[in-house]
């Protein structure tokens, strides 16, 4: 089983809004990640899990927070959103990263509009 | 902080031609390359990796070339087929680093 499971594939929330994008993946990866991704542009790093423990943050608004209850299971919860924050929000996994990187498997994404 | 770019935004081919998607990164610390191709509405896809002690990795229809001296990196798709259509990433890490650092990506579109 190399997949990595996203849900919802879709989102529609308003600015008021408190939602919850959730992953989990079962391969015995440690590593866990959220990428951004904006129309026509890559992926880009929010936040990287390694042992349950945040380990990057890169300077994403508080609006997002991210959460890893167990070594299968990433979430990130949205609260106050703003349209700009309409992206497709990825998440992946890797066995190896650092000293020894691996490719890191990604989910099929949820697809977030803010209104 | 550094990243990793594409030389072209778009690439057009023909059924059964042979493509190179190219990609130059900055960071000479890099160790870890790899290219993923993403088609419209889904997530990105591994197709091959290859690390810095290599100057070339082949897997099936695909080859990635490493040119560490010009820091230069590339995707070569033989016999290219329609479901080849998609926008293929080049990413890459170091030791140091906790992820995968995204290139900007090059749309390859193959006509029958």
């Known amino acids: 089983d190399t997949e990595v499971t996203q849900t919802p594939k879709h989102l529609v929330m308003g600015m008021t809004n408190k939602k919850s994008l959730k992953c989990e993946q079962h391969m015995g990866h440690r590593a866990m990640y959220w990428y951004k991704q904006k129309a026509k542009k890559p992926p880009e790093l929010m936040f990287v899990?390694?042992?349950?423990?945040?380990?990057i943050n890169e300077s994403v608004p508080s609006r997002f927070s991210p959460e890893c209850p167990n070594s299968s299971l990433l979430n990130l919860h949205l609260h106050a959103l703003q349209p700009e924050d309409s992206a497709l929000y990825l998440c992946?996994?890797?066995?190896?990263?650092?000293?020894?990187?691996?490719?890191?498997?990604f989910g099929q994404g949820t697809r977030l509009t803010v209104v | 902080g550094e990243s990793v770019g594409l030389h072209l935004p778009t690439l057009s081919v023909q059924e059964g031609d042979n493509s190179i998607i190219n990609c130059a990164y900055s960071n000479s610390a890099s160790d870890y390359f790899i290219w993923y191709k993403q088609e419209s509405g889904k997530g990105p896809q591994f197709i091959i990796d290859i690390r810095s002690n290599m100057d070339k990795r082949q897997g099936q229809r695909v080859t990635v070339l490493l040119n560490k001296t010009v820091k230069h990196l590339s995707l070569q798709i033989a016999a290219t087929q329609p479901g080849d259509s998609a926008v293929y990433f080049c990413a890459e890490g170091d030791q140091a680093g906790t992820a995968l650092i995204f290139g900007k990506g090059t749309t390859l579109s193959v006509s029958s």
């Open positions: 992946a996994s890797s066995q190896g990263q650092g000293i020894v990187w691996t490719e890191a498997f």
């Open positions: 899990y390694s042992y349950e423990k945040l380990s």
